[in-house]
């Protein structure tokens, strides 16, 4: 009868491994025979060969089987041992302890004197069982732990423990948000405004939707999200949807099987996704993802499993969703270019960043931080370049900003102070007072500047109207009352046809 492994996750025990010619439980009964415990010389030979001191016990604690090897550990007669309490080689043995839990206990120390000094052992303790399930006995293997060859392992195995974290933290850097709130530069009401609605929004589970311009820092305020989450220190990947060809989307994003398709890689490929597992998934520029990939990526948040190409199992996933866009989405849906269920599913929350345009006071702020960026916080803007910069509409928005002022430091000649001769001509351009030329209109206050930029919109927007103050008054967004005080201060005269 052979004897099987514990269904407990156990490593296979000792019956397991051997052919033997007598079941455990009969050996009490033919002790001349117990010795010869393997079944032919051929495995009693490997069991001798092999570094590993192995040994076996029956439920009455009576040594049934011991290898050269294990022997020369107790510097022990083999066949004097045979049929002799295991207590009499190993007084502190826990065989008992062992067969009665049922439980393995491995790699454990056991110490042991020998004629050469104290001598310590690994061991692992394993039950053996019947084929019946019961236990019919213990087995014991043991190695020394201070050979040269387990020195030379367990430096193998330090060197290998030094390469999985040295690639664990560089896994961990990669996948990292670099940016959080204080990184979102600026003292407006607007931008105060957004950060705190951020805040609030980093406190659930719930997808977070964010619209903004071009260059207007969502991908600033998406890391700042993950940062303020409760998934602070789990995995942030970014997937910028415009910068993947349709042919690779789906083998980006959920992964591939080895031999998936012509061209895989032979040990396949974790997507993007598998790899936010924990954290957060910033889906950037989602308005540009292909159709069929988003409805498998409807799937895949609704679910929360991946499926990788070529493959019919799935993998679980945990990730909080964040998606950007400068696109209108509703537009999209109406065009066909984007799914509706979609839409809903990533919009439970949404957050608006605003344009810099709609914040002009935090220039000189994003200013001054950009100059301490490139080593140059020596160097300032003149009043008339910063009024300048305040009235451009900035399509670029800060991206744009930041353009602005590296290439007018360039530009400086080693000036202390930058003014409008080094501004890009389409920001000179933007309003009268900010001519090149040497002028009158040059030394005008701010004060001044603002008043005759409202005259001129004022009327502007009169002449748009035929003159008619209440038409214009709703569209500038004041009384009629305010317009008429404004066109008296401002000297506006109704002009004649």
Same mark, same amino acid.
């Given at each position: 009868m052979k004897a099987s492994a514990a269904k407990t996750g156990a490593p296979a025990s000792l019956e397991d491994c051997l052919p033997i010619r007598y079941c455990f439980s009969d050996m009490a009964d033919k002790p001349s025979l117990v010795h010869r415990f393997p079944a032919d010389s051929m495995t009693e030979l490997l069991l001798d060969t092999i570094p590993i001191g192995v040994l076996f016990c029956d439920r009455n604690n009576t040594v049934r089987y011991?290898?050269?090897?294990?022997?020369?550990?107790?510097?022990?007669?083999?066949?004097?041992?045979?049929?002799?309490?295991? +207590?009499?080689?190993?007084?502190? /043995? !826990? *065989?008992?302890?062992?067969?009665?839990?049922? @439980?393995?206990? &491995? +790699?454990?120390?056991?110490?042991? /004197? !020998? *004629?050469?000094?104290?001598?310590?052992?690994? @061991?692992?303790? &394993?039950?053996?069982?019947?084929?019946?399930?019961?236990?019919?006995?213990?087995?014991?293997?043991?190695?020394?732990?201070?050979?040269?060859?387990?020195?030379?392992?367990?430096?193998?195995?330090?060197q290998l423990d030094k390469k999985v974290v040295f690639y664990r933290r560089r896994m961990q850097s990669a996948l990292s948000a670099f940016y959080s709130l204080q990184n979102i530069i600026g003292e407006s009401e607007a931008i105060a405004r957004a950060k705190k609605r951020l805040s609030l929004y980093a406190r659930g589970d719930a997808p977070l939707l964010i619209l903004g311009e071009t260059g207007s820092g969502k991908e600033l305020f998406a890391s700042a999200f993950h940062q303020e989450s409760d998934r602070a220190d789990g995995p942030f990947v970014c997937i910028n949807s415009a910068s993947i060809p349709p042919e690779l989307f789906e083998s980006e994003l959920f992964g591939y099987m080895p031999g998936a398709f012509s061209g895989a890689h032979k040990d396949g490929k974790v997507g993007q996704v598998e790899l936010a597992d924990g954290g957060t998934l910033f889906l950037d520029e989602i308005g540009d993802m292909p159709l069929q990939i988003q409805s498998k990526l409807l799937r895949v948040i609704e679910d929360k499993h991946v499926f990788r190409l070529g493959s019919s199992k799935p993998n679980r996933v945990d990730f909080r969703l964040v998606a950007a866009t400068h696109k209108d989405l509703k537009k999209a849906i109406q065009k066909n270019l984007f799914r509706e269920d979609l839409y809903y599913r990533i919009s439970s929350l949404v957050l608006h960043v605003p344009p810099l345009r709609d914040r002009v006071e935090d220039i000189p702020v994003l200013v001054s931080h950009f100059l301490g960026k490139m080593n140059r916080s020596s160097l300032e803007f003149s009043r008339k370049a910063l009024e300048a910069m305040s009235r451009y509409p900035w399509p670029g928005n800060v991206r744009e900003l930041r353009n602005v002022v590296s290439s007018a430091v360039t530009l400086c000649g080693g000036k202390s102070v930058l003014d409008v001769a080094e501004l890009p001509p389409e920001i000179v351009a933007c309003g009268p007072f900010c001519r090149m030329e040497e002028t009158e209109d040059e030394q005008r206050s701010l004060a001044q500047a603002t008043h005759a930029s409202e005259y001129n919109a004022i009327v502007a927007a009169l002449r748009k109207n035929g003159w008619n103050m209440a038409d214009t008054a709703r569209k500038l967004g004041i009384s009629r009352a305010t317009l008429y005080k404004k066109a008296a201060k401002l000297g506006i005269a109704r002009e004649k046809a």
């Open positions: 011991i290898n050269k090897t294990y022997a020369g550990y107790l510097e022990v007669d083999r066949e004097a041992v045979i049929g002799r309490p295991i +207590t009499d080689l190993i007084p502190t /043995t !826990r *065989s008992q302890i062992v067969m009665k839990s049922g @439980v393995p206990e &491995l +790699t454990s120390t056991c110490r042991i /004197t !020998r *004629s050469d000094g104290q001598v310590t052992l690994i @061991v692992n303790r &394993l039950p053996v069982r019947g084929e019946d399930g019961h236990i019919v006995g213990f087995a014991s293997q043991s190695i020394i732990a201070d050979t040269d060859e387990l020195k030379e392992l367990a430096e193998k195995i330090r």
